[in-house]
Structure formats: structure tokens, C-alpha cells
């Protein structure tokens, strides 16, 4: 009977001793990361009316001519060339510091942290006003730019996944989008590079004379 009761305490003192003879080689404080590179992870999709996605090479010259055209509304002008973004954009970087705290450029302090599911949200107290930006309050980005205690909007916004310990993926969105009315009066230009996602949903509320690269 003795044996059989002294086998599993050893068997689990050993376990213990050699779990904490184990070394954890923990980040040294405070850690810097830097923007490395820009990686394409997907082709430029156009879609018009009802989320019609049009085909890159059949329809060539009219998406160069939506892609290229400027825009006027009133007495509004929009420089609105669809430009990819080149390797010198967002040379940024992020610093982690051992008490929680996160800054951007290590002047801006990341003042809201949200984690949904794989990713983590970090935004900064810089903000717009809702009335400013209308596509920001609408559903186009996957991860909304939540509101503050005064109506407005995050402005410095950051989607990030880690699939390791020493890599961090920023997810880089470039879009244009080009909205009308049912008269067919041109309502909205809005274009632009935003470290979020787009959400799939919203390509289906296209309407008839609307385009979105």
C-alpha cells in the first residue's frame, strides 16, 4: 500500500521541481516595434450597384478613368486619385511598457485597449467630430472608431493581430468610394488609408450608381 500511494507524489515532485527549474525568458521593458514593411494581401476589387464586383481586366478603362477622375460637390473639390500607399508610409512605432501602457510614436499614449477575439484594438484620445466624418459612424469598417463621452470619434485607430511574440500585423486599408442619390446627384466622395478592415457586409448596400475600389 505504501508504494502505491509514494509513486504519484513523486511522480508529481518531480513534475513540480523541474517546472520550476524551467527559465521563462520574459520581455525586458520598455519595448520598441517598428513598421518593417508593407505586404499586399489581396487585389484591388472595384464593385458598383448591389455589391457587382467588376472584373479587373474586362473592365479596364473604366476603372482607370473612376480610380483617376476628381470630384466636385458645391464648392468642394476632391483630389480624389486612388494612390496605393508606398513602403515609407506609417513609419511609426509602438512602445510597451511593463506596467500596460502602450504609446504611439512615444509621444501619444494609447488610452483605450479592446480585444476582440484575435485582434486588439488600440486607439488614442485624438478625435474628430461624428458630423465631420459620416463614414466612420456608418457600417463600412469592420472594427467601428468608437465613440467618446462627447460624440466623438477616435481619430488614431490601430487593428492589430499577433501570431507570435516578436511580430504584429497592422491591417492597411486603402479605399475610394463614390456615392448618389436615386435622382443620381452625386452625394459623397469619401476616399483615403486607415489601419482597419473593410467589412464585407457593406459592399451589398451599393447603390445603382455608387462604385467602391
Same mark, same amino acid.
Given at each position: 500500500?505504501?508504494?502505491?500511494c509514494l509513486?504519484?507524489?513523486?511522480?508529481?515532485?518531480?513534475?513540480?521541481?523541474?517546472?520550476? &527549474?524551467?527559465?521563462?525568458?520574459?520581455?525586458?521593458?520598455?519595448?520598441?516595434?517598428?513598421?518593417?514593411?508593407?505586404?499586399?494581401?489581396?487585389?484591388?476589387?472595384?464593385?458598383?450597384?448591389?455589391?457587382?464586383?467588376? &472584373?479587373?481586366?474586362?473592365n479596364?478603362?473604366?476603372?482607370?478613368?473612376?480610380?483617376?477622375?476628381?470630384?466636385?460637390i458645391?464648392?468642394?473639390?476632391?483630389?480624389?486619385?486612388?494612390?496605393?500607399?508606398?513602403?515609407?508610409?506609417?513609419?511609426?512605432?509602438?512602445?510597451?511598457?511593463?506596467?500596460?501602457?502602450?504609446?504611439?510614436?512615444?509621444v501619444?499614449?494609447?488610452? &483605450?485597449?479592446?480585444r476582440?477575439? &484575435?485582434?486588439?484594438?488600440?486607439?488614442?484620445?485624438?478625435?474628430?467630430?461624428?458630423?465631420?466624418?459620416?463614414?466612420?459612424?456608418?457600417?463600412?469598417?469592420?472594427?467601428?472608431?468608437?465613440?467618446?463621452?462627447?460624440?466623438?470619434?477616435?481619430?488614431?485607430h490601430?487593428?492589430?493581430?499577433?501570431?507570435?511574440?516578436?511580430?504584429?500585423?497592422?491591417p492597411?486599408?486603402?479605399?475610394k468610394?463614390?456615392?448618389?442619390?436615386?435622382?443620381?446627384?452625386l452625394?459623397?466622395?469619401?476616399?483615403?488609408?486607415?489601419?482597419?478592415?473593410l467589412?464585407?457586409?457593406?459592399?451589398?448596400?451599393?447603390?445603382?450608381?455608387d462604385?467602391?475600389?
Amino acid at each position: 500500500m505504501m508504494k502505491t500511494c509514494l509513486y504519484p507524489i513523486l511522480l508529481l515532485l518531480t513534475g513540480f521541481l523541474a517546472a520550476c &527549474d524551467k527559465k521563462e525568458e520574459l520581455p525586458v521593458y520598455p519595448v520598441k516595434m517598428t513598421f518593417d514593411r508593407i505586404e499586399p494581401t489581396s487585389e484591388m476589387r472595384v464593385f458598383t450597384s448591389g455589391g457587382t464586383k467588376l &472584373d479587373n481586366r474586362s473592365n479596364v478603362a473604366a476603372i482607370t478613368g473612376f480610380l483617376d477622375r476628381y470630384y466636385v460637390i458645391g464648392t468642394t473639390s476632391y483630389n480624389s486619385r486612388f494612390t496605393e500607399p508606398g513602403e515609407s508610409y506609417g513609419k511609426a512605432n509602438f512602445t510597451f511598457y511593463g506596467d500596460g501602457r502602450i504609446a504611439y510614436s512615444a509621444v501619444t499614449e494609447i488610452t &483605450d485597449v479592446t480585444r476582440i477575439d &484575435d485582434v486588439m484594438l488600440l486607439q488614442a484620445p485624438f478625435t474628430n467630430k461624428v458630423e465631420d466624418d459620416p463614414l466612420a459612424t456608418s457600417n463600412f469598417f469592420k472594427y467601428p472608431f468608437n465613440p467618446t463621452q462627447d460624440g466623438r470619434r477616435y481619430y488614431i485607430h490601430y487593428v492589430i493581430r499577433s501570431d507570435e511574440q516578436s511580430k504584429l500585423e497592422v491591417p492597411l486599408l486603402y479605399y475610394k468610394l463614390v456615392r448618389y442619390n436615386e435622382n443620381g446627384k452625386l452625394t459623397s466622395v469619401d476616399f483615403g488609408t486607415v489601419r482597419n478592415e473593410l467589412n464585407e457586409a457593406f459592399i451589398k448596400t451599393l447603390g445603382k450608381n455608387d462604385t467602391l475600389a
